[in-house]
């Protein structure tokens, strides 16, 4: 086995990334790729729209324009090679527009784009086939805007092995950007699985940039300079360990905690993270601080992959508005929401005059009562806020005529009304997920470089199927001590991260030490914490829970979660980033003989 570090630096966590990423990783690391993640599941939407305006369009223009622009020659004179899923729903004219800019700039890097994930004209097909929705059941929509299937790997290593220097991907699940050079690299087949959940893994943690250094860290307060955060780097080897670390020189910490937060971020069972090329079990990956901001990362373990794609189709779903406006004084809360009442029985008896029926659906949210708190908000009669009031609605003519009267209170309702943010709201269309399964023989993957266009081989079928995983067990820890006790926020015990997984979020919770982990096992119990979060839980929803033992933690994954999901939900916090911070208020009645009392915990009665 070769003693060789593949160096792969993570440039894009989303399309609106900061633009210091690239330019920080090339100039003040020593990297051997350059990996770029831009896409999600509202980004296609835009993207098509994009497409239907100008087929010249559909991709990250910013990753030609600015990003490579800027690059280009320094990147082919270093010898870095480049991965980005930046082709969108459109890799040809991504590709296209990088070798007018590479010419340009004098260079000739070869360019290689994977295709085959684009399904959009099959949607009549699929839907005569009666494609239902995988978790909803509904069936298939009408007026779809795109249709891509998640690639995984196995085309990014048929590119990189052709020769490739920059490779375009369509949609691609965000790992694949990274575990694709692994396998190129270090020779790795499609049967290697725990080598490709360990790469995966690399590629979770790169995907969302500074996430990886600090960035959305519990212990904010602790990561310094984030105006020059350094961009996660991880250093490779050939048995799928890996240390992540940052450029020299700039802000951001890399610690087990932070790397952990970012482990458990977006993902539901940790022992069946599912990938195109393979069926991930982090469960007992270990993490060791091994320097100043550099953290080694082992243990992942892999299954066979299932024979099918994950598919996610957009399609509008009606139109939306969202209203916002300060108000200030005595009671701001209650006039907040008095005016929202107002607005909404205005216009839903212009509607009834006009036939038009009522709203889908309405959310307000008073900012600064910690409306997003539910019942456990701690504010009471904050004098300023802002009301945000959003709606839905079939018919665009109703939304209209929300729109024309959300800007009335001005003159007719609360004392303290100003700051209408952005002037009266504009409709604008819903976009909702759509996901379901196809097997993977009929989704073809092809590369192309140059004109030579060439089939991916892709082993189609189902080797997860009949694998038996047995449950991890939860490590051995001192019993928790007995005698007094303090109440503390569960963010004295742990450290927290959430995002969301379409309709549903997770929140993972890693115990600051492991002696915490018995007590957070007994008082985080999935009915406690779908009572303490049912704020924000639907009346049908669940929450299940995991145990991850390698890192001391435990992932919760709340079911119906995000009002809809993060395209379709009117609510402020679309994605459930906030979801964790929330529960780290959880109180728990720890040992006194923990200390925990010092920093500010109340004795427990």
């Known amino acids: 086995m070769t003693d060789r570090i593949v160096r792969i630096g993570g440039a894009s966590g989303f399309w609106g990334d900061s633009a210091i990423s690239a330019p920080q990783l090339l100039y003040r690391d020593d990297i ?83 295709l085959g994930d684009d399904l959009i004209d099959r949607a009549d097909a699929l839907r005569q086939a009666g494609t239902r929705e995988m978790f909803s059941g509904e069936p298939f929509p009408d007026d779809v805007k795109s249709i891509n299937a998640y690639f995984g790997a196995l085309p990014i290593k048929q590119a990189l092995d052709d020769g490739a220097d920059i490779v375009i991907t369509g949609r691609c699940v965000d790992s694949a950007v990274t575990l694709g050079p692994l396998m190129h690299e270090f020779g790795w087949g499609a049967a290697d699985y725990d080598r490709l959940a360990a790469g995966s893994l690399a590629g979770h943690i790169l995907e969302c940039g500074a996430q990886a250094t600090g960035g959305l860290f519990t212990d904010w307060d602790t990561v310094p300079d984030w105006d020059d955060i350094g961009y996660p780097v991880a250093e490779c080897a050939a048995d799928g360990s890996f240390v992540v670390a940052k450029p020299p020189g700039t802000g951001g910490i890399v610690t087990v905690p932070v790397v952990a937060e970012q482990m458990l971020y977006e993902i539901g069972d940790p022992q069946r993270y599912t990938l195109p090329d393979v069926v991930c079990d982090f469960t007992g990956v270990r993490m060791e601080q091994v320097g100043e901001n550099r953290v080694r990362v082992s243990g992942a373990r892999g299954y066979p992959p299932t024979g099918t794609y994950k598919v996610s189709a957009t399609h509008q779903d009606g139109y939306r508005s969202t209203m916002a406006l300060t108000i200030g004084g005595i009671d701001a809360d209650a006039k907040a929401r008095k005016t929202a009442d107002a607005i909404l029985k205005r216009t839903r008896r212009m509607f009834a005059e006009m036939n038009l029926g ?79 399964l196809v ?27 009949g694998v038996e995983i047995v449950p991890p067990v939860p490590n051995d820890a001192p019993a928790v001590p007995t005698g007094p006790t303090v109440t503390v926020p569960l963010v004295r015990l742990a450290h927290g991260r959430s995002g969301d997984k379409g309709n549903s979020s997770n929140i993972g919770i890693i115990a600051r030490k492991p002696e915490y982990l018995p007590l957070l096992r007994a008082v985080l119990t999935p009915e406690a914490v779908a009572g303490y979060m049912a704020h924000v839980l639907e009346p049908t929803s669940r929450v299940e829970r995991f145990e991850v033992p390698g890192i001391d933690a435990l992932n919760f994954l709340l079911h ?27 109180p728990v009645d720890a040992p006194a003989a923990w200390g925990l009392a010092a920093e500010g915990g109340q004795a427990a009665a």
């Open 32 to 114: 051997d790729y350059l990996v770029f993640d831009y896409l999600a599941e509202v980004t296609m939407s835009i993207m098509a729209r994009m497409r239907d305006r100008d087929p010249q369009t559909g991709y990250a223009v910013d990753f030609v324009s600015v990003v490579m622009r800027r690059l280009i020659r320094d990147i082919v004179d270093k010898g870095v090679k480049v991965v980005s899923n930046a082709g969108g729903v459109n890799p040809r004219a991504c590709a296209a527009a990088l070798a007018a800019l590479a010419e340009e700039a004098g260079v000739a890097p070869k360019i290689a784009i994977v």
């Open 560 to 586: 119906g979660a995000l009002g809809g999901g993060g395209m379709a939900t009117l609510r402020n916090d679309s994605l459930g980033k906030a979801y964790a911070q929330m529960l780290l208020d959880f």
């Open 439 to 465: 097997p993977k023989a009929d989704v073809p993957a092809t590369v192309l470089s140059g004109d030579v266009e060439t089939a991916v081989d892709i082993p189609p079928e189902d080797g997860f199927a």
């Open 358 to 436: 009522d709203y889908k659906d309405t959310c307000v949210e008073v900012v600064g009562a910690e409306a997003m708190y539910g019942d456990n908000a701690r504010i009471r009669r904050p004098r300023e806020v802002v009301m945000r009031l959003s709606v839905s609605h079939q018919d665009k003519r109703a939304i209209g005529m929300f729109a024309r009267e959300a800007t009335s209170p001005g003159t007719s309702m609360s004392p303290g009304t100003t700051g209408f943010f952005g002037g009266r709201p504009k409709p604008s269309p819903i976009v909702r997920l759509f996901s379901f």
